[in-house]
């Protein structure tokens, strides 16, 4: 019944493999990576898409580039990149203990964070994102200390403070910082209902027994709002029906 | 064919259409070059001088050509050398121009504004363009001369015009895909959404690419700035040397030479270059030049200006022992042992 397991955890691998290529020595490409995923990771090898729309509004560049790549994610997938490849998505992922159901108005706070990273950017000419950011505070922060180049300082201590309350929060509430604040989840959201990938329901098999929405890690009710941009598209709903009324597909055929 | 088929079909046609704005072109006649201080202003002793940086950034995907920066109207402030020259300013790249301004010993104190004028051409295919354009530096002239207090690094101004063009294909592409929305909600037809998000996808990163996007993404990646990404706190303050570092400078014994590799986008690199010069002037045992990392990267690599991959500013480098001091934070202590003059 665990089908769909074994592929996401090969997949989250690739991503995490993804994100730290550097060890190859290859160098930063111009790829933008699908996920959050801090560019100034020693071993990163990708762009930050969050990270570089805050550069960008700093510099006034009309963000094109940037825009054709998250257009290009949204439509394969959607949030499927954070149900499946993004490394601080696993992370959330693999301390999904908790499966509470979501508290849909917090939900929204993701666009919030979204909509204050650019103006913050645009207003203070600054990455203040970055500064707070649990994935730059793991992926950069500590490494950097180690390599002692960062020093345990004030901007260190912040880090620190946001990685341990999202930690917290992840321990508390399955994949806390994918439902309510991840500002990279809110853009893929945006393009869920449209994307290629996504659930699809056979009402005729589906018993209404609710156990995919005891499996959602993400609290959702799986059989009513498939394709809500709170749904990862991870699949443990589809593992969990055992009816196999819900069924993850790739295809364009959908109803809105 | 049905009247539905037949503005389905129209409707993907006027999708097409608007898809061509992406292909609009945005530049023409306007400035191409930004054009910024990195100091608020520039503080200056009468009789004295004072270094001037003017950082520069190229916001097109057309390359500039001879650009030549002058003195216009300066009231017998003078500037060494007499003239910034650039022959080629990439596109997408930022530089910076130094120079010295002197100012005579006969000028009453006070503020003044020095006029800078740039002049530099560019071409689009078979059209070229002759850009004038005059920077104003706010000096301070002062009975006793101090140095200029460094300004947070400021969101280059895009020209209007320029600006608004470079917005055009942007509204082309919500277009398409506001349509597609509508028609998707309508008429539970998928096909025009997909077309036009394909159309957004391939338009925005051909677009991009035209425009140098993919290296000025790449290039904001690959270069770590410590204060950018919350590894230090950014320095906006002007650095005041304490009287023991200056008795220590004194005693330098050997000459040193000193290279401050900076990003014009790094918010704590001014405090770094400004700390140097602070050092400098109290020593004649010190030389120094500055180095933008994204015009000379293989200089940078050259002097090891990399920890754990990246390519890290503010970065100054000791060249006669090739030692490498990063970041800005405690700054003067840490600058006085890499000189050897600290415990």
Known sequence: ?256 | MTQGRLGERVVLLALLVAASSLAFPSFGQDAILRFSLPMAEVAVAVGGQASLRLTLENVSPYEGDDLEVSLVAAEGISLDPEVLTRKKVPPFTADALSATLRIPADLAPGRREVLLEAAYTYCIEESCFQIMETIAVPVDVREGGMAGLPAAPTSPAVSSTSGLLSWLPLLGAALLVGVGLVLWRLRRSTAPLYAALSLVAVGGLALGVSRGQHEQAQGIASVLCTSCVGIEEARHDAPRLSAGALSRLASLDRNVELIVFYAPWCHSCPYAEAMVEEMAKATPRISYRFVNVDGEPELARAHKVIAGGRTVVPAIVRVDMGLVLFGVENLEARLLRFLGLGS
């Open chain 1, 1 to 256: 019944m665990r089908r769909l397991l074994v592929a996401r955890r090969t997949s989250q691998g690739l991503g995490i493999l993804l994100g730290l290529f550097g060890f190859t020595g290859v160098g930063m490409t111009h790829l933008v990576f699908p996920g959050l995923h801090c560019y100034a990771c020693p071993l990163a090898v990708t762009i930050c898409p969050i990270g570089l729309l805050q550069n960008l509004v700093i510099y006034g560049t009309v963000p094109y580039f940037w825009l054709g790549a998250i257009v290009i994610y949204g439509l394969a997938a959607g949030r499927g990149f954070c149900g499946w490849f993004c490394p601080f998505g696993t992370l959330n992922d693999l301390l999904a203990f908790r499966k509470r159901p979501i508290h849909r108005p917090l939900s929204y706070a993701k666009f919030a964070v979204l909509a204050g990273t650019v103006i913050a950017a645009w207003a203070l000419a600054d990455t203040i994102f970055c500064k707070l950011c649990p994935a730059a505070s793991l992926e950069a922060s500590l490494p950097y200390l180690v390599l002692g180049l960062a020093r345990v300082n004030r901007p260190f201590l912040i880090h620190m403070g946001t990685l341990a309350a999202t930690l917290a929060g992840m321990l508390l509430v399955a994949r806390f910082w994918c439902r309510y604040l991840c500002p990279m989840g809110g853009l893929l959201g945006l393009f869920n209902r449209a994307s290629l990938l996504h659930l699809s329901l056979d009402r005729a098999r589906c018993t209404g027994c609710r156990v995919c929405s005891g499996a959602c890690p993400m609290g959702l009710e799986p059989h009513e709002e498939k394709d809500d941009h709170n749904c990862v598209k991870c699949g443990a709903c589809v593992d969990a029906c055992a009816p196999d009324a819900l069924r993850l597909a790739f295809s364009p055929k959908r109803r809105p």
